[in-house]
Each structure stands twice: as C-alpha cells, then as structure tokens.
C-alpha cells in the first residue's frame, strides 16, 4: 500500500496509462494544463509540483475554455490516442470548462476535466464561489459539466477514485464514446491521505479497437455498390480519426467512386485525386453539390451528416437515392435510414474494396466528374488572383496567397465566421492533417489556443491560426501562453470590421445586418457610423507577438512569408477588403436552413421569406 493524497493518487495513475493501436503506444495523458485557484492549487497543483515534469508535464493557461481548446488541439492532432487534462479551481473556473467541454463532446476529442468543486465534508457552507440551491445540497455548478460530457462523477470518497479513473480512461480511449471526460473534485477530497494499493498504478496499455464489419452488412455494402449507377462517397472526421486515408485513397481509385469531403473530412483525399471533388454542402463546391443532387446511392464514411452536409436535408434529391452508413459508432450509421455498415473506418474501406473488387463506375460518369472538378479549380484560381498588388487584398487572396507558400507540413486551424466556407470551397489540402478545421461546434475563440494543442502535438511543421477581427476579441488570451513555452504559431488577423459572415446572413434573412457591425452609433442609435478605432495588432503585440502589418497584397506576401520562417509566435495584420462578384469565392451551392420570420413589416424579411419558402418545399425525409 501506498499512502498518497487523493490529488496525488490520481496524478500518479494519469502518468502510467498508455494507449496502443496498430502496434504503436502514446501516452494517454501528455501534459496537465492549469489555472490555479482556492479549489485546487493545495490539491492537484501540490500534486503535479511533487510528481514533477517527468511524470506529468504542466502547461499555465490564462483562461480556462481555451486551456480546453488547446487540449483538443493536441488530441486532435495526435489522432486521439493521446490527449491533455485541464485543472481547474471552483465556480468561475469550473463554469468557464463548459463551452469546450462541448466542443470536445461535439467533435469526439478526448479531454480530461478536472475541475475543483465544493467541500464533501461540508465544514462551512456555503464556502467562496459555491453556488446554493434550497432545494438540492448535491448540485454544484460542476454539474453545468454532465451534459456536455460522455462521463461525469464527483470523487466525494478517496476509495471512489479507483472506479472512476478507471471508467475515465476506459472512455477517453473509446473511439465511439470519447469526449470530454469529467472528475469533480471536491477540495477537500483532493487533499485527504489514502492507502492505496500499488496494482491502482500498474502500467496499463488501453488498446483502441478497430472493430471489422459484420459479414451480413458488408455483404449488403457491397450489393448496393455495385448496384449503383451515380455513387457518391461522402469523407467525414472518422476517416482521420482512423487513419483511413489510405485505405479511402485505394477504394476510390480502384473503383472511380468520387469523394466530396466534410469539413472535419477535408484532406482526407489529397488535392489532386482523381476522385477528389472537394467539399460536400452548404460551403462545399458546385461539383460536389450535383453530384449529391443526383447520386443514387450516398456512402457516408465517418460522418455525422449536419445539416451543412446534407444542406438541410435538401440536398440529395434523385428520388431513388439510398444511403450506406459506414461509421464506427450505430448511431451514425443508421442516420438517413441507411443501410448500416458499422465499423473501423480503414477496416470497412479494405474490405468493402476486397468484396466489390473488379467493379467501377462507368467512364461517362467519371469523365463528367472530373471535368466538372476541373472547372471547379478554374473558379478557385480566379478568386485566388491578384490584379493590383497595391490594393488591400480580399479574404480569398488572403488564402491564395498562404496557397502559393504553404506546402504539406503545414497546418491550417480555423473555427468560425466567414473563413470555413471560403476554406472549405477553396482551400487545397495538401497533407491529411493540413485542414484543421473545427466545425462540429464552430466554436469563435477555438483558433490561437487550438493551434498551441496543434503545434504541442507536431512540433517543428508551422502551424497557422487563421481569424477574423470577431473571433480574435472573443479569446486572445493564449497568445501569452505561446509567448511563455515558445511555441511559434502563426496568427493571421484578417479585419473587416466586424462580424461579417453574420452580418452577410443577416443580410440574406431579412435582418440586414443589424447589429453586426463595429461601428459607433449613428443619429438613428444603430451601430451604423464610423468604423471603431481598433488596433488589434497592437493588441496582440502588447501580449508578446511579433507583428507584421500587411496593407497591401504586396505586403502582405512578404509578411506571411517572414511568418513562415520566424522561431517565434507571430501575427501578419491585415484589413480585408470586400470583393466583387467576379473575383469574390463563388456563392453557396446548397442551402442552409436559418428560419426566417414568417411575417414582418420589412420588405427585406417579406422577400427573404419567399426564398425560405421556395427551398423548404425542397425538403425530403430519406426513409
């Protein structure tokens, strides 16, 4: 027996798990991140400074949701087989865990929540920071946690830990259940001294599973691919997940079935297959939408199919199209009535392959295809081209620019606003994992933290945080972070004064902008004037970046360049310009669903809800 603090138990057993797939073993828990309060700076803080960096590796964070965000970052990019804890005080602390939590959940990422929380053995009550219900003296603010996590308890008992650890690895490592994890930790709990016995901290290999499908559905895959005529292979997140890319590579080039990706998919096929057409969806490519609206079989590999997939359930409209559901966990795989097909990613792909072996598509249908990809990469380069190297440049030569310097190495992370669509229509994956985009949750504020997770988890390959001026106010605080470790991530502000994909929504919804501008107030008291005096670039240089301002496109290539090869976290500024709409990226090719107000005095709001109407006719239910 071995007597220890409950803090320091569990650090102890954090450091001995490991995960192993495919032969190769990560560590389960990397590092712990922290911000220290009351609630747990004489628990796990005494006990990550006892254990030591060899034993658990401490990263300081300056606010909680992105201390989550960066340990999805890393888990990400390690391919969920190892991933970071976050500890934190109670109240505020805990509370601030609970929008990451949820894009962790969302997404399938593994992170570990260790939030502080109340006394268990109730001295005082209330203590600082509790929050006091009459009606119920189990319930802390950490229980604000149980919905977005996929497993939730609070260690009231030293004993108690034992179960519970063992349950939090067990999901952490589950490639269907992973997602955020949660220990509530009560203060006083963290500090109590336990026997505890030495098997709690044996070494211990979770092996990740990769589950081969079941003879009967394999059998029906394999019926409907080579029923089909106009199959259509839909890429989502689990092809990475399960490194399946090669496997998806061989599939679709031994049978000429074409392959649109999701967000979380993109890269999935490497620009330039001659299967790949490119996003699927409300911001996917023109190529990929008709394909979709005429495919007669729909395979749907590793996808959630959100409503920008399936553009609403609009998008799939031959009346005979059917759906394969290739997902490693049921419930996805039943989506859309398909026809499931559950299991590893890579492990279906091989022998789907095996079982349709021979068969391929006719060449009318793979000529057509491909030309209309060709087409498609004509209209990205007409939004990529520069005509005055004097003016400021637009969002889409913001990425045209990072296109023609950028090669597989490097990492591209983004979350929010306007810039997933332009990436997903335009951007030209060069790598697996160079399209880091988080739109499970399309969380603002995801960006600069996730690309310290990123760059943690792939040290030496620039990695690039893309945001707009919106998305860099909500959570610039991780800037110091990489400042403070040296991790020399790579900040492109892009500045247009606003929220400006809302504002364009609004626009189409009969909201017309309202209240999506930075702008000072007019005579009429809508934020209609004068731009604000913002210097975000003196912001970020005030946090420890260096900072290259770009007014013009001439400018900004060398900024982004001198980027590229600094060893220290630094930020290209630029103010964006609006294009037109020849040279601006090329409109939605599919719907998206955003209620629109089914009476108004506005004409605006009159005319957008004609156009509401026009598309939900549209609508089917696929059973």
């Excluded at 500890?87 to 601030?96: D, K, R, V």
């Excluded at 490519?285 to 495919?295: D, E, F, H």
């Excluded at 997902?327 to 989506?335: E, M, T």
């Excluded at 087409?375 to 081209?385: F, Q």
Aim: proline residues 7%; glycine residues 10%.
């Amino acid at each position: 027996m071995t007597r220890l603090t409950v803090a320091q138990a569990l650090v102890r057993f954090l450091a001995s798990q490991y995960t192993e797939r495919d032969g190769r073993r990560h560590r389960l828990i990397a590092a712990t991140w922290g911000i220290f309060g009351h609630g747990n700076v004489a628990g796990i803080g005494q006990a990550l400074l006892e254990s030591g960096p060899a034993a658990m590796p401490f990263l300081q964070g300056r606010n909680e949701q992105a201390m989550v965000h960066a340990a999805v970052g890393y888990a990400r990019q390690s391919g969920r087989l190892s991933a970071h804890a976050v500890t934190t005080s109670i109240g505020p602390g805990a509370t601030n865990l609970v929008t990451g939590a949820a894009l962790a959940t969302v997404n399938r990422i593994p992170v570990l929540l260790l939030p502080g929380d109340t006394f268990a053995t109730r001295p005082a009550d209330p203590v600082l920071q509790q929050l006091e219900l009459p009606y119920a003296g189990d319930i802390s603010v950490n229980d604000t946690l149980r919905p977005v996590s996929r497993y939730f308890d609070r260690i009231t008992r030293p004993e108690a830990l034992i179960p519970a650890a063992l349950q939090a690895a067990r999901v952490l490592t589950d490639p269907v259940q992973t997602g955020a994890v949660t220990l509530a930790l009560p203060q006083d709990v963290q500090a109590e001294a336990y026997d505890w016995p030495e098997e709690f901290f044996a070494e211990r290999v979770w092996s990740v599973r990769r589950p081969r499908p079941a003879r009967a559905e394999l059998a029906a895959a394999a019926e409907a691919v080579r029923g089909s005529a106009r199959p259509l292979l839909i890429a989502g997140g689990g092809i990475r997940h399960s490194a399946a890319q090669a496997a998806l590579a061989e599939f679709a080039g031994a049978t000429g079935v074409p392959v649109a990706c999701t967000q979380a998919g993109k890269g999935a096929l490497p620009y330039g297959h001659r299967a790949e057409v490119g996003g699927i969806g409300h911001t996917g490519t023109t190529t990929a939408a008709a394909l979709a609206r005429g495919a007669d079989l729909v395979i749907a590999a590793g996808t959630r199919l959100t409503d920008f997939t399936t553009a609403s359930a609009t998008l799939f409209q031959n009346p005979a199209v059917r759906f394969l559901g290739l997902n490693l966990d049921p419930y996805d795989a039943h989506k859309l009535a398909a026809g499931p097909l559950v299991a590893d990613a890579r492990e279906a792909l091989g022998e789907l392959l095996e079982a349709v072996r021979g068969h391929r598509v006719d060449p009318a249908y793979e000529t057509a295809y491909q030309e209309a990809a060709r087409e498609w990469e004509a209209r990205v380069d007409l939004a990529y081209a520069v005509t005055d190297e004097d003016a400021p440049p637009t969002q889409a030569q913001v990425l045209g620019l990072l296109d023609g310097l950028v090669d597989g190495g490097d990492i591209l992370v983004n979350a929010a606003g306007s810039l997933p669509g332009d990436l997903h229509k335009l951007w030209r994956a060069r790598s697996a994992d160079q399209y880091h985009l988080e739109y499970g949750y399309s969380c603002m504020g995801y960006e600069i933290p996730a690309a310290i997770g990123v760059a943690l988890a792939a040290p030496g390959r620039p990695v690039w945080a893309l945001v707009g001026d919106g998305t860099y106010l909500m959570n610039p605080t991780e800037i110091v972070t990489a400042v403070q470790e040296g991790v020399p991530v790579k900040l492109v502000i892009l500045d247009n004064h606003g929220y400006a994909s809302i504002g364009g929504l609004s626009a189409a919804v009969g909201g017309e902008g309202f209240g999506t501008g930075y702008r000072f107030r007019a005579p009429d008291a809508s934020y209609t004037g004068a731009p604000l005096p913002l210097d975000l670039a003196a912001n970020a240089a005030s946090l420890g970046m260096a900072v290259i301002r770009a007014r013009t496109v001439r400018d900004l290539r060398e900024a982004l360049a001198e980027a590229r090869a600094a060893d220290r976290p630094t930020c290209v500024y630029t103010q964006t310009r609006t294009p037109d709409t020849v040279s601006g990226p090329p409109p939605a090719p599919a719907w998206w669903d955003v209620p629109v107000a089914e009476t108004a005095t506005r004409a605006s709001a009159a005319l957008a809800r004609e156009e509401y109407d026009r598309q939900t006719a549209l609508r089917r239910r696929h059973l």
